[in-house]
């Protein structure tokens, strides 16, 4: 069943010789799957299954007791008393040979059993003489491994120390539930947060732009503004939008108007950096945020968005050349506006004001003296 110290791709024994090797389960296949599904094999060790295997250990006066799992070409341990090996071949595993029922294997002599009397583990390595294996049964009936003691000594178990065994057995699979339970809850709670993650981003999109829309709008700045909370320092807002783009909708339709918004969204969105955020307020009117960045950072950058706007063909790749140019309103809080209201108000004004003074332009009004 053990050998010495082994990596994962390594054979301790390189000449298993001919001894008597266990016959697969018959639910082999459906076996292996579910132990995949534990998600138990090469996990750290645990206190919870150390314990265990300690416990055991000292009732039934053994100097090795494991927590073996057979997997299809090894057995590994998850927790092990007295030897050091990590795990060893399937083909040695006195374990092996247990999984093949749903009771207690009991091997008094290992020499005198036909199955392990040629097994290297008998003769050489840790010279087994005793083994006592309880299976480690699903409720579906798949045997996944088993508790197991081990002695260089024969000897056999008294009927206290075999209840404890078949116990502690139970205790072990009670164990590998609990993990699994824990890991498909764990990963259901992952797979909501993501699902709740996507209908957030959904329900702040706008469908035309695909940007944000009004309501990421009033969440962002009530969470920045809001009297109840600490007020974000400086954050700077600016509202535009399309000079003349009636003329081109009434040219060439809603559906390459709504195109023409979405490009202009991208192009815009060249110019902002990370944190920045652009939403489309309705229409042809954007409203861009800029955290964290006073009256004369803001101005500089909606300049750059002005200057992209009017340098921009749009619809090229429909063969079109159309150009258009944007008219902005620029408030800064708290310089402009001393709340979430009077900002948006100052940013709408000032876009009026700009479009009142011929369109194509930056005005900045203050609702706050």
């Keep these: 069943m053990f050998c010495g110290k082994a990596g994962r791709n390594q054979r301790p024994f390189p000449n298993l010789g001919d001894h008597m090797r266990a016959d697969l389960p018959a639910?082999?296949?459906?076996?292996?799957?579910?132990?995949?599904?534990?998600?138990?094999?090469?996990?750290?060790?645990?206190?919870?299954?150390?314990?265990?295997?300690?416990?055991?250990?000292?009732?039934?006066?053994?100097?090795?007791?494991?927590?073996?799992?057979?997997?299809?070409?090894?057995?590994?341990?998850?927790?092990?008393?007295?030897?050091?090996?990590?795990?060893?071949?399937?083909?040695?595993?006195?374990?092996?040979?247990?999984?093949?029922?749903?009771?207690?294997?009991?091997?008094?002599?290992?020499?005198?059993?036909?199955?392990?009397?040629?097994?290297?583990?008998?003769?050489?390595?840790?010279?087994?003489?005793?083994?006592?294996?309880?299976?480690?049964?699903?409720?579906?009936?798949?045997?996944?491994?088993?508790?197991?003691?081990?002695?260089?000594?024969?000897?056999?178990?008294?009927?206290?120390?075999?209840?404890?065994?078949?116990?502690?057995?139970?205790?072990?699979?009670?164990?590998?539930?609990?993990?699994?339970?824990?890991?498909?809850?764990?990963?259901?709670?992952?797979?909501?947060?993501?699902?709740?993650?996507?209908?957030?981003?959904?329900?702040?999109?706008?469908?035309?732009?695909?940007?944000?829309?009004?309501?990421?709008?009033?969440e962002y700045l009530d969470a920045r503004l809001e009297t109840n909370a600490v007020p974000t320092e400086i954050l700077s807002l600016v509202f535009f939008d399309m000079d003349g783009f009636k003329s081109v909708v009434d040219t060439h339709g809603h559906l390459l108007g709504a195109r023409v918004l979405?490009?202009?969204?991208?192009?815009?969105?060249?110019?902002?950096?990370?944190?920045?955020?652009?939403?489309?307020?309705?229409?042809?009117e954007f409203v861009v945020i800029l955290p964290d960045q006073d009256s004369s950072e803001a101005l500089a950058k909606t300049e750059r968005m002005k200057q992209v706007i009017r340098s921009t063909s749009f619809l090229s790749e429909e063969g079109l050349d159309v150009r258009t140019s944007a008219s902005f309103g620029l408030a800064t809080y708290p310089d402009d506006a001393a709340n979430k209201k009077e900002l948006l108000i100052a940013a709408d004004q000032g876009l009026f004001q700009s479009k009142a003074d011929g369109k194509d332009r930056v005005s900045r009004v203050r609702a706050v003296s």
């Design 262 to 284: 979405r490009q202009v969204a991208e192009i815009v969105n060249t110019q902002l950096d990370f944190g920045d955020h652009i939403v489309r307020y309705g229409g042809d």
């Design 27 to 218: 639910n082999e296949a459906q076996r292996l799957a579910t132990l995949v599904e534990y998600n138990i094999l090469d996990t750290v060790p645990e206190a919870a299954y150390d314990d265990i295997t300690a416990l055991v250990s000292e009732i039934c006066d053994v100097p090795i007791a494991a927590v073996s799992l057979i997997d299809d070409d090894r057995q590994w341990f998850k927790s092990r008393v007295g030897f050091d090996a990590a795990e060893t071949p399937r083909d040695v595993a006195f374990c092996a040979h247990a999984i093949l029922g749903d009771d207690l294997l009991v091997v008094p002599d290992a020499r005198n059993d036909e199955r392990f009397a040629d097994n290297p583990l008998v003769d050489d390595g840790l010279k087994v003489r005793f083994y006592a294996g309880a299976p480690l049964v699903t409720e579906r009936g798949e045997v996944l491994g088993t508790l197991c003691v081990i002695d260089h000594i024969e000897r056999k178990l008294t009927d206290q120390q075999t209840r404890a065994l078949r116990v502690l057995a139970r205790q072990v699979m009670a164990q590998l539930e609990l993990r699994r339970m824990i890991d498909e809850q764990t990963e259901t709670r992952k797979r909501l947060e993501e699902a709740n993650d996507r209908l957030r981003t959904a329900s702040t999109t706008d469908d035309v732009s695909g940007f944000r829309n009004t309501r990421f709008l009033h």
